[in-house]
């Protein structure tokens, strides 16, 4: 017989599978909140003005249009230029310049967060650490992306008790683990996944004061931090705002070195609306050695950083080998064209005033007495704090879907279904 035989059913994707269900579903009243992807008040996934005038620039552009070979392993040298810039000089002016004039990052183009995060995953599995420490609640491909990789170690801690962030249990827990190291005199390292803002499913984010805290903990422990940044703009709808967690992880005053570097994954899906182009990247901030110091600046070319480069560019090679071109050909026009720069950012800081019209239409609209944290929410999502069964009745009754963990997907909602949505969620929670 064959050994395929022996291959067991895995179980479906909690959320793409849901998806599958709306579709069948024959409740005119029906209403799909389970995948974060934008809609607008009409209920319709549209292309941003900004991305819609460089997909035109690019379709009468002939070199740009024409040309299908592949991108270099780690992406295009304008790519990286654009990202880069955005990433480290717009959004993180104060210290960016300096690792950029440094040398001390490594960039690689990819497959969206998604691809973000499992070459991070397979980068650090193989030369730092098998230890990751993922938020509870957390995204649920976190887990599945870093068992992918290569990490044996998956560890959750505490980000949220009763309807708030859990800071106390959070902190308590990374000191718990520093406390046990000692004892026993372990050096393993140990990585941990920050959601850079927005967290999902929560939409609860630490405080610039907590995240101080936090990342000081961090440092102290050594952890590798592995900033996941697939909302950028969505809170405040200032896309530049939003990286407060990478300019605080940059601050050389405050973090002189981080002795395992900074991962940060990043992704064009929600805030240029580009999901299935697959457009993100990770970038590497590597410590400074003491090798750099000698140098001269002409001279440098960080070999570490270089080093790390070269890792990167065979784990990509034997993974996929090199990233699709047309979203970063979108990127590219949209980063590198003033004109069109200012429109997305408009056109993000419009997504999220909509997203935050409905997260306040339907706080007016829902008499929960537990409705403690709902303002203080922010992003895609509302977590409802509903069990599994109160979900499975939402489906079944109403034809309202989450997903099973209860979280909301707010661009689903809209003024033609609000009310329904309201009172099918004050059934519920009773
Ligand atoms: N990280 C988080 C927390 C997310 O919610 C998502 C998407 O839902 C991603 C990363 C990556 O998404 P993508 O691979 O589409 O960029």
Partial sequence: TSSLCKVPRAPPDKVLGLSEHFKKDKNIHKIDLTVGIYKDAWGKVTTFPSVA??????????????????????????????????????????????????????????????????????????????????????????????????????????????????????????????????????KQLHCIILHACCHNPTGLDPTKEQWKEIIDTIYELKMVPIVDMAYQGLESGDMLKDAYLMRLCLDVDRYPNWSNGVFLCQSFAKNMGLYGERVGSLSVITPATADDENLNPLQRGNSLQQNIDSQ?????????????????????VVLSNTKLKHQWFKDVEFMAQRLHYVRKEMFERLRWPDLINFAQ??????????????????????????????????????????????????????
Wanted: proline share 4%.
């Fill in 53 to 186: 005038k460089a997909q035109k620039l690019i379709d009468s552009h002939l070199e740009l249009n024409k040309n299908l070979s592949y991108l270099p392993i780690t992406g295009s040298k304008e790519f990286q230029e654009n990202v880069m810039n955005f990433l480290f000089k717009e959004s993180c002016p104060q210290f960016g310049p300096f690792y950029l004039a440094h040398d001390r990052i490594s960039f690689v183009q990819t497959l969206s967060g998604t691809g973000a995060l499992a070459v991070a995953a397979k980068f650090l599995a193989l030369f730092i650490s098998k230890d990751i420490w993922i938020p509870d609640p957390s995204w649920a491909n976190h887990k599945n992306i870093f068992q992918n990789n290569g990490f044996e170690n998956i560890h959750r801690y505490s980000y949220y008790k009763d309807g708030q962030i859990d800071i106390d249990g959070w902190i308590k827990q990374l000191k718990t683990l520093a406390h046990n190291q000692k004892k026993e005199n372990d």
């Fill in 312 to 332: 990167l560019k065979q784990i990509v090679r034997g993974m996929y080998s090199s990233p699709p071109g047309y979203g970063s050909r979108v990127v590219n």
């Fill in 377 to 430: 929410q922010h992003g895609m999502f509302y977590y409802t704090r509903f069990n599994p069964r109160q979900v499975e009745v939402l489906k079944n009754k109403f034809s309202v879907y989450l997903t099973g963990d209860g979280r909301l997907s707010l661009s689903g909602v809209n003024d033609s279904n609000i009310d329904y949505l309201c009172e099918a969620l004050d059934a519920v929670s009773k």
